[in-house]
């Protein structure tokens, strides 16, 4: 059996801490003379508008230059640093573009020659998965020697954990994205996420874990100080020992437990050996789901929405097939929804999001919120009132008017200013010295 090593490793200074877990992992493999090294971060998310918290939610700049100058003192001469950020607006080149300026990508481009690319700009090449998928990747990451995945240490809603697997959805372009939230049980996001790394070139993962999160993978989950490197050249491991430290059995994480199982690999670690700080001394539970509960007239909702005493809305928990686009939304809705209820019952209003869904039966108002809901249920004799909003992604102002007819009076101001909720998350950690901004700049 062949025995996979990764290390695990306390951050507690820049450069050494970083050179220390690769070095403990086995180093990295060896590279030809003239050799591509294609750098993959994790910036799930990001605004012009307002500083919000990054802090477990985005790769930081610091592990992001280590590498860089650990790379650049192997001999490896091209490396590329590339992200596919996702925006509201699939056309919008500038919010990428502000992100790797102040992330100080810009920066590192001019002090050791890296290159960044935009993936959303960039050529994608078609890859088949297997099972009769097609997904379209950056042709520069599948062209390079090898890659060098640098995700954080953080739980997800959908995937339980987001690590270095699940951290190369960002390499794949907009329709591979949402084809990865397909209705069929066979083939879901677990099952797609599970396969994403097996055909691109040799992985070496570093998770960023100085700070780490719950209920990822954006800004609304709690952010922890936890100082903590993973890495190994085997990139299923690191992401069990990853998995194994946010406190989840790797069994019980889907995508996970399929990748194992397509390698032929056991989940409870058996063939891996763990170097520097043992997992028992770092591991910490970390939260990965939003709690939904039925009201008291058997109504979902969520928890928040139930003990603010919100009656008269169903508005069932988010699924697999939710893709990025409406989740990005989804959270906003929710926010102004909060906010418009002034005490009296909704008009027995349902909303449904994702693909499989389905109405229920004597609801006097059905909010079908995307083009894949719609399509699902435009001819359902289910649906008393049907309210459709079948934009992909939703337009937030026939958001606003799908809710107004359903009597829902939100403020369209909160769709029109949605670029500000991040903000208000920064309360949170106002006068925690510990939540440093300085992780996510370059100095000059």
């Known amino acids: 059996m062949t025995i996979h090593r990764v290390s695990i490793v306390r951050y507690q200074a820049p450069g050494e801490s970083v050179r220390q877990a690769v070095e403990l992992a086995g180093g990295l493999p060896s590279l030809k003379p003239g050799a591509r090294v294609f750098i993959k971060p994790n910036i799930v998310y990001w605004t012009r508008a307002v500083p919000f918290p990054k802090w477990g939610v985005i790769t930081t700049s610091r592990v992001v230059e280590d590498m860089v100058v650990l790379l650049k003192d192997n001999g490896v001469g091209d490396i590329t640093i590339g992200e596919g950020v996702v925006t509201a607006d699939p056309k919008d080149t500038q919010t990428p573009a502000h992100a790797f300026a102040t992330l100080g990508y810009a920066t590192l481009a001019k002090r050791y020659g890296v290159k960044t690319l935009n993936v959303m700009e960039g050529r994608f090449a078609p890859v088949d998965i297997g099972g009769g998928v097609t997904l379209k990747y950056c042709a520069d990451a599948l062209e390079s020697d090898l890659i060098v995945d640098l995700p954080v240490l953080k739980t997800h809603n959908q ?25 069929d049980a066979e083939a879901d996001l677990h099952a797609m996420v599970a396969r994403l790394a097996d055909h691109l070139p040799p992985v070496f993962t570093v998770i960023d874990g100085i700070y780490t999160a719950e209920r990822g993978p954006a800004f609304d989950g709690k952010m922890h100080r936890s100082d903590l490197l993973i890495a190994s050249a085997d990139l299923l491991s690191a992401d069990l020992v990853g998995a194994r430290t946010l406190g989840h059995d790797p069994a019980a994480v889907p995508h996970l437990a399929h990748a194992a ?62 893709c990025t686009y409406c989740s990005g939304i989804n959270g906003v809705v929710l926010s102004a929804i909060r906010y ?51 934009g992909c992604p939703p337009k937030p102002e ?36 510990e939540f440093d901004e300085r992780f996510f700049r370059i100095q000059e």
């Not at 083009?371 to 289910?382: G, L, R, S, T, V």
């Not at 007819?405 to 106002?430: E, S, T």
Request: glycine share 8%; proline share 9%.
């Open 159 to 183: 995937t339980v954990v987001s690590l270095g697997t699940k951290n190369l959805k960002g390499l794949i372009d907009i329709p591979s994205r949402k084809k990865c939230h397909r209705m």
């Open 261 to 322: 199982r397509n390698h032929g690999r056991p989940t409870d670690l058996s063939d891996i050996e763990v170097v520097g700080e043992p997992i028992a001394s770092v591991a910490r539970f970390h939260a990965y789901d939003f709690d939904y509960a039925q009201d008291p007239d058997g109504n979902w909702l969520p928890v928040p929405l139930i003990k603010q005493g919100i009656r008269g809305l169903s508005y069932p928990k988010y699924d697999l097939t939710m």
């Open 340 to 390: 418009a209820w002034k005490g009296e019952p909704f008009d027995d209003v349902e909303v449904l999001t994702g693909k499989v869904m389905k109405p229920t039966p004597g609801k006097k108002k059905t909010i079908l919120l995307g083009k894949c809901m719609y399509q699902a249920h435009k001819d359902n004799p289910d649906i008393n009132e049907m309210i459709p909003v079948k």
């Open 398 to 433: 026939q958001i606003v008017k799908a809710l107004h007819q359903a009597g829902i009076a939100v403020d369209p101001a909160i769709f029109a200013n949605r670029d500000q909720l991040p903000g208000l998350f920064m309360a949170r950690y106002r006068d925690r010295p």
